[in-house]
């Protein structure tokens, strides 16, 4: 099993790596929602000291942003072998703007489904509908449908789980850093063993600790250091 992490701008990174070679991309790029939360007169920063609009790294104007996920898009279409799936995380308003782009690169549109936070932040819960969801969008590459090991067993468009736990967080903290439980979900279901998953938005690594757990060879790109080193120490410690 080979795990190659790498620090970098994904696009570059990815420009590197051999055609038709990986056999699932799960990823969690920028949803594009910082500079729109920084114009809504909110609290939120008061309330959350690690807040992702404080981050830096969703701050592009809204071209920009589909410009990043076109190139994105373009590389990831490179690499992906026919059969491949991807799995990107988005917020709900961004889905259809991800849709178009993906299929213009030829990926085939699937899926898209709710991952529901059972303990979300009660922001703010006496005065509006507390955020306790994103979307994930799911594709196969150049086919309609690719390895799916559901086992006879029916799964729906919606997966439930608490927020990020502490005992994940061991390493350090990152402002969306996605739960171990959802991210097995999807691996277990669209890859097999030995099989490659690329994460080019790898944040603290979550992606990592899971193929490495379940035998899956792992590629992860990520642009800040510090991120970077919070996911090479809580992989190798996985
Ligand atoms: C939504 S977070 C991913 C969190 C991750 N799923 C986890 O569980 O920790 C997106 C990450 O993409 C990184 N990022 C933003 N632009 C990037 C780029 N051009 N290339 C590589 N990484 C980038 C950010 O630094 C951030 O850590």
């Not at 059972?118 to 994103?134: A, C, Q």
Request: charged fraction near 25%; proline fraction near 3%.
């Amino acid at each position: 099993m080979a795990i190659d992490l790498i620090q970098s701008d994904c696009i570059q990174a990815m420009r590197q790596l051999d055609d038709n070679c990986i056999d699932l991309v799960l990823t969690d790029p920028p949803y594009n929602l910082a500079s729109f939360m920084k114009n809504r007169d909110t609290n939120l920063n008061k309330l959350r000291e690690n807040f992702f609009v404080n981050a830096g790294w969703d701050d592009m104007d809204f071209d920009d942003w589909i410009q990043s996920m076109d190139a994105f898009f373009e590389e990831a279409a490179r690499v992906a072998k026919k059969g491949s799936a991807m799995i990107i995380f988005m917020a709900i308003i961004k889905v259809e703007t991800i849709i178009r782009i993906a299929e213009r690169h030829g990926f085939y549109y699937k899926t898209t489904g709710i991952w529901h936070k059972t303990n979300p932040m009660p922001r703010n819960m006496n005065l509006h509908f507390v955020n306790s969801t994103e979307a994930w969008i799911y594709f196969t590459y150049k086919t309609r449908t690719g390895t799916f090991n559901n086992n006879g067993n029916l799964y729906h468009d919606f997966i439930e789980t608490s927020v990020t736990p502490n005992s994940e967080r061991r390493f350090g903290k990152h402002p969306t850093q996605k739960p171990e439980a959802l991210i097995q979900h999807f691996v277990e279901l669209l890859t097999n063993e030995n099989e490659c998953v690329l994460d080019p938005f790898m944040g603290s690594g979550t992606t990592g600790v899971i193929c490495k757990r379940m035998n899956r060879n792992f590629i992860g790109i990520e642009l800040d250091e510090n991120y970077y080193h919070t996911a090479v120490e809580r992989i190798n410690e996985s």
